[in-house]
Nanobody
Framework: VQLQAFGGGLVQPGGSLRLSCAAS????????MAWYRQAPGKQRELVAI???????NYADSVKGRFTISRDNAENTVYLQMNSLSPEDTAVYYC?????????WGQGTLVTVSS
């Protein structure tokens, strides 16, 4: 499975962005899809995850601000990010897991700055 992430960019504090991750094949059999992020000088961390059963889970730092969703018909997972702060600045990576296989997309940079 190839994953292509896009939608990053520069946004002012308090603004919103929507990231998209398009898969090269059907995601209906993918057990979980997620967004991770890595800020400069920090380890990669899980931001949000959604299972094939549409169960979601979020990092405490983004709960109530970010929403992950998946569209199986479009083979795409989304991350709606609201009320962005400079602490959200990072490279965001798309992730997929099918049984024991893990796939990563290239990162998309999100910069929150005035």
């Amino acid at each position: 499975v190839q994953l292509q992430a896009f939608g990053g960019g520069l946004v002012q504090p308090g603004g919103s962005l929507r990231l998209s991750c398009a898969a090269s094949e059907s995601i209906s059999t993918i057990n979980a899809m997620a967004w991770y992020r890595q800020a400069p000088g920090k380890q990669r961390e899980l931001v949000a995850i959604i299972t094939s059963g549409i169960t979601t889970n979020y990092a405490d730092s983004v709960k109530g601000r970010f929403t992950i969703s998946r569209d199986n018909a479009e083979n795409t997972v989304y991350l709606q990010m609201n009320s962005l702060s400079p602490e959200d600045t990072a490279v965001y990576y798309c992730y997929a897991r099918r049984y024991s296989y893990v796939y990563w997309g290239q990162g998309t940079l999100v910069t929150v700055s005035s």
